[in-house]
């Protein structure tokens, strides 16, 4: 219910809104997070507000980030390894699977590398330097530099905003071109139209979605969205 009364209330605000939130049919590589945990809701509209401050925009998204991440990674492997704890012996179990790669897309996704390299501390870091175009929103590369033996790693590429998707699809596919095929990729917020496109192009990738918006407006910014992520992020509006 309370999408559609925010829908009512943005439609009339934004007349370019172009896809409301019931037409994307979401495939299985696509998990929308904030629909099944009232923590990451309650937090991730709080990210929305236009008065919080910096400092505290940082910290949320920190915060979100080391819950999806938690979330993200619930497929990896674990081995029993023989240990002592003050009391007996026991056999533990720790993290087996394939090594990682945290890919964040700057500038935003930067601010989501902290809490995964705090989760996953031996993780290795990948670089994608992207900036979508304002006039023409087509992602403009300046940056890229991946960890070796992509091929042996798991990347996970972060970015707290997934608008048209085109950011998100140069990303994923300069990942692939190194080897990796297997690839996470992490937003806090999505347009339905990026997640429309990703699942076109990438049915290979897995999505996790914090919340997923109801649509762009006519500057192609997420809507209701939280602006812009880089600008809030790095102090620069
Ligand atoms: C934002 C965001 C994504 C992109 C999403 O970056 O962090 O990378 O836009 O839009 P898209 O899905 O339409 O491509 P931006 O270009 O504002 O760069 P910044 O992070 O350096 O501010
Ligand atoms: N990039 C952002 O930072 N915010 C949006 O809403 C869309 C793209």
């Given at each position: 219910m309370r999408k559609h009364k925010t829908l009512e209330i943005i439609k009339n605000e934004y007349?370019?809104?172009?896809?409301?939130?019931?037409e994307v049919k979401l495939?299985?590589?696509?998990?929308?997070v904030g629909k099944e945990f009232p923590v990451l809701k309650h937090k991730i509209d709080a990210l929305r507000?236009?008065?919080?401050?910096g400092s505290d925009f940082e910290k949320l998204v920190d915060e979100i980030t080391t819950i999806m991440i938690v979330m993200a990674t619930a497929h990896i492997k674990l081995e029993e390894y023989e240990s002592e704890s003050p009391i007996c012996k026991f056999v533990g179990e720790r993290i087996a699977g394939k090594k990682m790669a945290i890919c964040p897309i700057w500038r935003a996704g930067d601010g989501m590398r902290p809490a995964v390299k705090r989760v996953f501390p031996k993780a290795r870091i990948g670089s994608i330097g992207v900036y979508r175009?304002?006039?023409?929103?087509r992602p403009q590369s300046y940056f890229f530099k991946m960890p070796k033996n992509m091929s042996d790693r798991e990347a996970y590429i972060l970015d707290p905003m997934l608008a048209t998707g085109g950011s998100a699809d140069f990303a994923i596919q300069k990942v692939k071109e190194t080897g990796c095929s297997s690839i996470y990729f992490l937003c806090i917020i999505a347009a339905p139209q990026g997640v429309d496109l990703i699942q076109r192009k990438h049915p290979d990738v897995e999505l996790y979605v914090g919340n997923l918006d109801l649509g762009l407006n006519e500057n192609g910014?997420?809507?209701?969205?939280?602006?812009d992520a880089g600008d809030r992020l790095f102090g620069t509006k």
């Open positions: 007349p370019g809104l172009i896809t409301p939130y019931e495939a299985d590589t696509t998990h929308i507000d236009k008065d919080l401050p175009d304002e006039d023409t929103l910014y997420i809507v209701p969205g939280l602006g």
